[in-house]
T-cell receptor, first 113, second 111 residues
């Protein structure tokens, strides 16, 4: 059974640009969550999507947005990139998001120059 | 206010030297407590889910336990391949069931 797949694995951007990250969940999983991981802050919750709807949102500015498609695949977009956006962005999926473990991809390492 | 606190931040053990990692939480109405292992350059790998106080789960050299305010991950006779960062997370209903992660314990097992 294939795990969570995130693309690309690495990205280098400059300040002011925008970026789109992609996540393919485990087959049959309908809940997809996104996290930002930095050495100082640990995993910070960005948002969760279920059945193409944003069901939950963390405390990040509006520059961070996402969407989910009918096949449960999800994308995350960050506009007007800032140096502080450099991080590992992780996607996690679960069956329906309740009382179940989330399964993570290996992330996209985003570096802002 | 931190929902999840893990201690210690870092732990160095000799191979075979057993120890425990702690995860304390302040959320009420816990839906589940989850333990993960994360290797450098990888995403977190799921280890255990605990749902109620008194529950225990085991896998190889790892055993997770849960009380009303904290969880322990016991590592028995660790090997160098157990070196990783161990994360715990809690899921609570009051914020839409989102997961709150601790900042992890970095474990190094020395041969």
């Amino acid at each position: 059974k294939a795990g969570v797949t995130q693309t690309p694995r690495y990205l280098i951007k400059t300040r002011g640009q925008q970026v789109t990250l992609s996540c393919s969940p485990i087959s049959g999983h309908r809940s997809v969550s996104w996290y930002q991981q930095t050495p100082g802050q640990g995993l910070q919750f960005l948002f969760e999507y279920f059945s193409e709807t944003q069901r939950n949102k963390g405390n990040f500015p509006g520059r961070f947005s996402g969407r989910q498609f009918s096949n449960s695949r999800s994308e995350m977009n960050v506009s007007t990139l800032e140096l502080g956006d450099s991080a590992l962005y992780l996607c996690a999926s679960s069956l329906d998001g309740y009382n179940q473990p989330q399964h993570f991809g290996d992330g996209t390492r985003l570096s802002i120059l | 206010e931190d929902q999840v606190t893990q201690s210690p931040e870092a732990l160095r053990l000799q191979e075979g030297e057993s120890s425990s990692l702690n995860c304390s939480y302040t959320v009420s109405g816990l839906r589940g407590l989850f333990w993960y292992r994360q290797d450098p350059g990888k995403g977190p790998e799921f280890l255990f889910t605990l749902y109620s106080a008194g529950e225990e789960k085991e896998k190889e050299r790892l055993k997770a336990t849960l009380t009303k305010k904290e969880s322990f991950l016991h590592i028995t006779a660790p090997k160098p391949e157990d070196s990783a960062t161990y994360l715990c997370a809690v899921q609570a209903p009051f914020t839409g069931n989102q997961f709150y992660f601790g900042t992890g314990t970095s474990l190094t097992v020395i041969p």
